[in-house]
């Protein structure tokens, strides 16, 4: 693990590690904090709950691929910290709703709908920017290292969350949320490349578009994965809504969702670990034998099991997720030209969230109608279809692991050029 930590000495890198750290560590905190911030407010129910997180999941879909479009033209940092301070100021206008006791459902669900497209314009940006940074043999470490950063974060911003919720309210935990955002944005600002040698302006945005599709089509490995993820978030709405229902009703409230969501980050950090020296010669049939981890919680929050077991099967979860993320981004970052990585990773995500939205606003009406015994289970047995199918083509089982192809800059020091759109 030491070997890998050396990846912090390039300072871009460095900067964008302390980015992704302080906004995420807000954004965790958010995880635990935002359900029960609706369900306690003036008609807040688990289908309002369900409309809130579908406004930023829609939002962020209709927006990834414009998002990548605008990441393979222009310098990807200066778009994320255009994209934090956007985050910053919804989510700071959410913060002082709910505080305040004035936060209304269309309001909320407004808000929510722009922090999404914050979200779209982050997104593809982030994933081009780290093989412009880091290059070769350390492109897996830094993707272990951004990934555990995401999941340590998690372990306190969600157990803050919780405190937060049952201590001076909802509103504080969105608060802090807001604040890194905007401490994000000046870290990210410090990110300095070379000049690209990206082509930009030429096109039209609908051309680069296609020439996205064509790279992104031409994979079969790459969309077929992304079609069953499209799945596995379509079906994960159905924790997302139904969890914290759960949690209120029959496991103790916020502070038991919270315990759930924080073991969980404890597996996806020990996913991390496991991930930095898992080197698999066929990382894509890996990293989906790994999302047979995702089906276990879906079938005990369906029968009643108790806080623990929930836990420990979220611990798996983790595990498995984080395996799964860091095989799957180093694997797009080595095989697909640095030009086109942003628009392929847009696809990625428009693709594997496009169900969410409809998911996430049926949940609720379709537990009404059958019960959440019955929609958890289907969900879990939907998944495991997909999961098995996917494993099942030949194209999934056999991409190889190589050195990575993307003709990427080399990076630089703080004091040299910037990267600039030619």
């Given amino acids: 693990m030491r070997g890998d930590l050396s990846v912090l000495g390039e300072r871009s890198f460095l900067h964008?590690?302390?980015?992704?750290?302080?906004?995420?560590?807000?954004?965790?905190?958010?995880?635990?904090?935002?359900?029960?911030a609706v369900l306690g407010m003036r008609g807040g129910s688990a289908t309002m709950l369900g409309l809130v997180l579908c406004a930023r999941s829609l939002a962020q879909v209709m927006l990834l691929l414009f998002g990548g479009v605008l990441a393979d033209r222009l310098p990807r940092f200066w778009l994320m910290v255009g994209s934090n301070i956007l985050a910053f100021c919804s989510q700071g206008l959410a913060a002082l709703l709910f505080?305040?006791?004035?936060?209304?459902?269309?309001?909320?669900?407004?808000?929510?709908?722009?922090?999404?497209?914050?979200?779209?314009?982050?997104?593809?940006?982030?994933?081009?920017?780290?093989?412009?940074?880091?290059?070769?043999?350390?492109?897996?470490?830094?993707n272990v290292l951004l990934r555990l950063s995401r999941n340590s974060t998690l372990i306190i911003g969600t157990a803050l969350g919780g405190l937060l919720v049952?201590?001076?309210?909802?509103?504080?935990?969105?608060?802090?949320?807001?604040?890194?955002?905007?401490?994000?944005?000046?870290?990210?600002?410090?990110?300095?490349?070379?000049?690209?040698?990206?082509?930009?302006?030429?096109?039209?945005?609908?051309?680069?578009?296609?020439?996205?599709?064509?790279?992104?089509?031409?994979?079969?490995?790459?969309w077929l994965v992304v079609v069953?993820?499209?799945?596995?978030?379509?079906?994960?709405?159905?924790?997302?809504?139904?969890?914290?229902?759960?949690?209120?009703?029959?496991?103790?409230?916020?502070?038991?969702?919270?315990?759930?969501?924080?073991?969980?980050?404890?597996?996806?950090?020990?996913g991390s670990l496991v991930a930095a020296r898992f080197r698999p010669r066929f990382p894509?049939?890996?990293?989906?034998?790994?999302?047979?981890?995702?089906?276990?919680?879906?079938?005990?929050?369906?029968?009643?099991?108790?806080?623990?077991?929930?836990?420990?099967?979220?611990?798996?979860?983790?595990?498995?997720?984080?395996?799964?993320?860091?095989?799957?981004?180093?694997?797009?970052?080595?095989?697909?030209?640095?030009?086109?990585?942003s628009r392929i990773s847009s696809y990625d995500a428009f693709g594997s969230f496009v169900l969410g939205p409809l998911c996430l606003s049926l949940v609720g009406p379709l537990s009404a109608a059958i019960g959440t015994t019955r929609t958890?289970?289907?969900?879990?047995?939907?998944?495991?279809?997909?999961?098995?199918?996917?494993?099942a083509a030949r194209s999934v089982r056999q991409v190889t692991a190589v050195v990575p192809v993307s003709a990427a800059p080399v990076p630089v020091s703080a004091a040299t050029t910037p990267e600039i759109a030619t």
């Avoid at 779209?120 to 982030?126: I, K, V």
């Avoid at 958890?376 to 494993?391: D, H, R």
């Fill in 16 to 36: 964008l590690f302390l980015a992704q750290t302080v906004s995420l560590f807000g954004s965790a905190t958010a995880v635990g904090v935002l359900p029960f």
């Fill in 166 to 222: 049952v201590t001076v309210g909802a509103g504080w935990g969105l608060s802090v949320d807001a604040m890194t955002f905007g401490v994000s944005a000046v870290l990210l600002s410090g990110i300095r490349v070379r000049r690209s040698s990206r082509v930009v302006g030429g096109a039209s945005v609908l051309a680069d578009l296609a020439e996205g599709w064509r790279e992104f089509s031409s994979r079969s490995w790459v």
């Fill in 376 to 391: 958890l289970l289907g969900a879990g047995a939907l998944l495991s279809l997909i999961t098995i199918a996917t494993l």
């Fill in 99 to 142: 505080i305040t006791h004035a936060a209304v459902p269309a309001e909320i669900v407004g808000l929510s709908a722009v922090n999404g497209a914050a979200g779209a314009l982050f997104l593809p940006a982030a994933k081009g920017i780290v093989p412009q940074l880091v290059t070769g043999q350390r492109l897996q470490a830094a």
């Fill in 228 to 270: 069953q993820f499209a799945l596995v978030n379509g079906c994960g709405a159905t924790i997302d809504v139904l969890g914290p229902l759960i949690a209120k009703q029959r496991l103790g409230g916020a502070a038991a969702w919270a315990a759930i969501l924080a073991v969980q980050s404890v597996g996806l950090v020990g």
């Fill in 284 to 341: 894509i049939r890996a990293a989906v034998i790994a999302t047979f981890g995702f089906l276990p919680p879906f079938f005990l929050f369906a029968a009643g099991a108790p806080v623990w077991l929930l836990a420990a099967s979220m611990l798996v979860n983790g595990v498995c997720v984080d395996v799964f993320e860091v095989l799957w981004d180093t694997t797009l970052q080595s095989q697909v030209p640095g030009e086109s990585l």
